[in-house]
């Protein structure tokens, strides 16, 4: 594989975004449409949804971008990606505060381009990435490639050029792995990227095998399921719950005193959330790990759940300042090293978890009953107390004191402030 470019960002100046609303609406970005002038503290959305209290709705901003909006917490922007029609797509950013455009480009690749951002080390980054043949013409079939063209989030002005881009041999899959992008190949072979400087190395997934300590039947294929700042997170079979290490750093089996040493694991941004059950224990076992050693950052055991799947830390999230992570039915004050649960048990119906702010404030959907299908509920992390809430629509994204919705009757993205 070969690594044809990394360039330097660039960026051009751009002026500042038009009214279209007549100034009677707070900031709309509409298709094409740059953001409205008006102060998004003055004057409220066009589009009222029913939010938590801890929103204002009388202020903020809306944006009919067509595409998909990926949340930038450490930046103070949202972008909206929209996939074009021949391998190609334009990432919008806005400002998060005031809808404004910060910047835009287009992408282009060899095959459909799929969109992602990254988080290392405080940083955010979008990622565009597409797979298949250069160089095919009406004779030639060309060359298998797959690129990745890397952005910090924040630039300005229009037709920004990526930080790093990158041309490796091979069809491959791209994705976020937590501390670094994970890119595979085959089988046998991957390779991990650091955003910050487009830097790549590979691994033969052959030669990685697991300690014979904790894996002396294992005759499954390896698999890597995340990156660390010390190599990637390898594990084997395709099961929720199996043996997990980092080549000649760390490996599950010193998490439990289960001689299977069978865990779950999986990356939440540059962390990692695992599940296991020591032998003779009654509870199973939640943790976040520190990726680089595999130390365990909060704990907190919950009744046994037998429910976990492989792509279980899809609804995960950590608060923007990275002091609060919630998956499922659990929930982590990283400071404190502390956690709740909010599982079933005999005495109480589970809640599940969606997203939580700085302020350690969850949100989550209760079970339902005959009056209310998906209750709404509220959760204060300080103690562990769930209340009903009295709205409809949770946020996707919360950061900069502000919080993201998304409305599915119109397509329509909307920023409310925090209630001052």
Known sequence: MAVVAAGLLTSCGGGAASDDSGGSHGARTGTGTPSSSASPERVAPRTQLSVPSLYDTSRGWESDLPGTQIPLPHSG??????????????????????????????????????????????????????????????????????????????????????A??????????????GSGLLASFDEDVVMTVDPATGATKTYDLKKMKPPASECKLCFASTEAVAVTP?????????????????????????????SENKLFIAPVEDSLVAQWRDKGAPNDTWAVLDPATGKVRARVDCAPDQRVTADDSKGASLSADGRYLVRSHTAFDLDKGTGHCFEETDQDKPVHLTGVTDTGVAFGIGASTADQADPRVTIDLATGQVQLGDYVVAPFGDYSGYGLFWDDSTNTMVTYPHAK
Do not use: C, M
């Open 77 to 162: 922007a949202v972008a909206v990606f929209r996939e074009g029609g021949r391998n190609n797509g334009t990432f919008t950013v806005l400002d998060v505060t005031s809808g404004q455009s910060l910047w835009k480009t287009e992408v282009k690749g060899p095959g459909i381009v799929s969109a992602f951002s990254a988080t290392v080390n405080g940083k955010d980054y979008l990622v565009a990435a597409a797979s298949g043949a250069k160089g095919a013409d009406v004779v030639s079939k060309g060359r298998e490639v797959t690129t990745i063209d890397i952005f910090p989030a924040r630039a300005t002005g229009d037709n920004v050029a990526p």
């Open 164 to 177: 790093h881009h990158l041309e490796l041999d091979g069809d491959g899959a791209v994705s976020d792995g």
């Open 230 to 258: 010390r190599g990637p997170l390898l594990a084997t079979n395709t099961q929720p719950r199996r043996h997990y290490w980092v080549p000649g750093v760390w490996s599950g089996g010193t998490l439990t005193t289960d």
